[in-house]
C-alpha cells in the first residue's frame, strides 16, 4: 500500500511496476479523498487544483513517435536520465 498525507500542501509518492502488458492490460487501484477543492475548474489552468491524481508513465516505441516527439524524448533523457518516459496518462 502507498500513503500519502499532506495538509494545505502537495504530497508525492511514486512506485516503479514491472507490468507485463500484453498478459494484463489493466491498471487498478482505489483512493480516498476527505475534501475535495472547492474551487478546482480543470477547464482553465487557473482552476488546476485537484485533492489527488494518479500518473501513469510509461513508455512506447520510438519508432511509433513524430520526429519532433522522438528529439524531445531525447533531449529529456539527456538531461534527466533514462527513466523519462515517453508518455503519461493523468487521473484526476
Known amino acids: ?11 508525492t509518492v511514486s512506485h516503479p511496476l514491472a507490468h507485463d502488458v500484453a498478459a494484463r492490460p489493466m491498471l487498478r487501484w482505489r483512493w ?3 475534501r475535495v477543492v472547492q474551487k478546482a475548474d480543470l477547464a482553465t489552468k487557473a ?5 489527488a491524481r494518479v500518473y501513469v508513465f510509461f513508455d512506447i516505441p520510438a519508432e511509433s513517435l513524430s520526429m519532433g516527439q522522438r528529439m524531445k524524448i531525447f533531449l529529456a533523457r539527456s538531461v534527466y536520465g533514462a527513466t523519462v518516459p515517453a508518455a503519461a496518462l493523468c487521473y484526476v
Not at 500500500?1 to 504530497?11: D, F, I
Not at 482552476?47 to 485533492?51: K, N, Q, S, V
Open 1 to 11: 500500500m502507498l500513503r500519502s498525507t499532506a495538509n494545505a500542501a502537495a504530497g
Open 32 to 34: 480516498k479523498v476527505d
Open 47 to 51: 482552476g488546476d487544483d485537484f485533492a
